[in-house]
């Protein structure tokens, strides 16, 4: 099959072997993407992010300004030694991290709701009540 990938030789078989390998057992370190759905409930907007695998001790909201911050990290380890000490027969390491960002300019900042259950992160974000244009009078003089 075609290689879409610039300057790399679709021939190489030992590329296609490694791509192969990696495809059925994949890295599991580095960032993994957080799918986000987000609803306009007409008062309020409804955030839930998925984040299987994330303790609630792991996952960081902050706000700086009008940008409401969602970070998480994760990380695993697993040994299995041998009854000799210091051969390892199979040591494994996981980390994962993912970090969002959202513009809350139209949001209620002060009475934002958040909870996290079954690997789902919900964000009440109440929205700011719409201001009405003030109506003056001048008077001439």
């Known amino acids: 099959m075609f290689d879409l990938i610039p300057f790399e030789r679709s021939d190489d078989w030992m590329n296609q072997f490694f791509r192969a ?34 303790k609630k001790e792991e996952i960081h909201l902050s706000i700086d300004g009008d940008c409401l911050t969602l970070q998480a990290a994760h990380e695993e380890k ?25 513009d809350v300019s139209g949001i209620d900042t002060s009475a934002i709701k958040a909870r996290y259950e079954d690997g789902i992160l919900k964000l009440t974000l109440p929205k700011k009540a719409a201001q009405q244009p003030v109506t003056k009078r001048i008077s001439i003089q």
């Open 21 to 54: 390998f990696q495809s059925n057992f994949p890295v599991k370190t580095g960032s993994v993407p957080c799918v986000t759905d987000i609803r306009d409930e007409g008062d309020h907007y409804e955030l839930e992010a998925e984040m299987p695998g994330y």
């Open 78 to 102: 697993q040994e299995q030694q041998s009854e000799k000490r210091g051969t390892y027969l199979r040591r494994e390491r996981r980390t994962a991290s993912v970090s969002r960002s959202f």
